[in-house]
């Protein structure tokens, strides 16, 4: 390892914690390559609730998670990429929407809306994302169609970059090697700001 390349905060979805198998996957895979990963579990989860807390409480989670990966590895937030699964990475992205400073987005299965109910689209904070985005997800994902996902994100200002895994689902099971190709370079390939 040559140094500090960045770092990503990593946040599971409604049913999973910090320990996912997609998530460990990932951070096994960066580590090595120089990135802080920090894997997080949301306050519902900590507790031994089955049910996620209100947004306001899921955005204060990421955020202080967020400042304690820019902490630990000496980064500033600006340097500091954010994502996950499903819940996770959209509580992810809409905290960078709200504000929170992030070199990047990597969004696992984004939940673009509940299965069967494509007009419950959650993109009202799409037009707010400025830093790059990658989506990763499957080609038969009930959460979203690879049609449904890029007609929604022609919303995003910043640079858009999509990774379809062939017949996955939203769970994306036995997928993990794909989306660590996926990730990896992807994040390698960013500049990081200075600031």
């Known amino acids: 390892m ?12 409604a049913g999973a914690g910090r320990n996912h198998p997609t998530l ?5 895979a960066l580590t090595p390559l120089g990135w802080i990963v920090g894997r997080m579990d949301f306050p519902f989860r900590q507790a031994g609730r089955r049910s996620p807390d209100r947004p306001a409480v899921l955005l204060s989670a990421v955020r202080q998670e967020a400042a304690g990966v820019a902490e630990r590895s000496g980064l500033k937030p600006g340097r500091v990429a954010l994502g996950g699964r499903s819940m996770g990475g959209r509580m992810c992205s809409m905290a960078v929407a709200d504000g929170l400073p992030a070199m990047a987005l990597v969004l696992i299965s984004y939940p673009l809306h509940p299965p069967g109910r494509p007009e419950r689209q959650r993109t009202e904070h799409f037009a707010r994302l400025g830093c790059p985005c990658l989506f990763v997800s499957g080609t038969r994902d009930a959460f979203g169609s690879p ?17 379809w895994l062939d017949g996955g689902d939203h769970g ?3 997928r993990d090697p794909e989306v ?5 370079p992807w994040l390698s390939g960013l500049r990081s700001p200075r600031r």
Do not use: F, H, K, N
């Open 2 to 13: 040559t140094g500090t390349r960045g770092g990503l905060l990593l946040a599971p979805g």
């Open 24 to 28: 460990v996957a990932l951070d096994d």
């Open 147 to 163: 049609a449904e996902l890029e007609a929604a994100t022609a919303a995003i200002p910043g640079a858009v970059s999509y990774v």
């Open 172 to 174: 994306l099971r036995r």
């Open 180 to 184: 660590v190709a996926a990730v990896s």
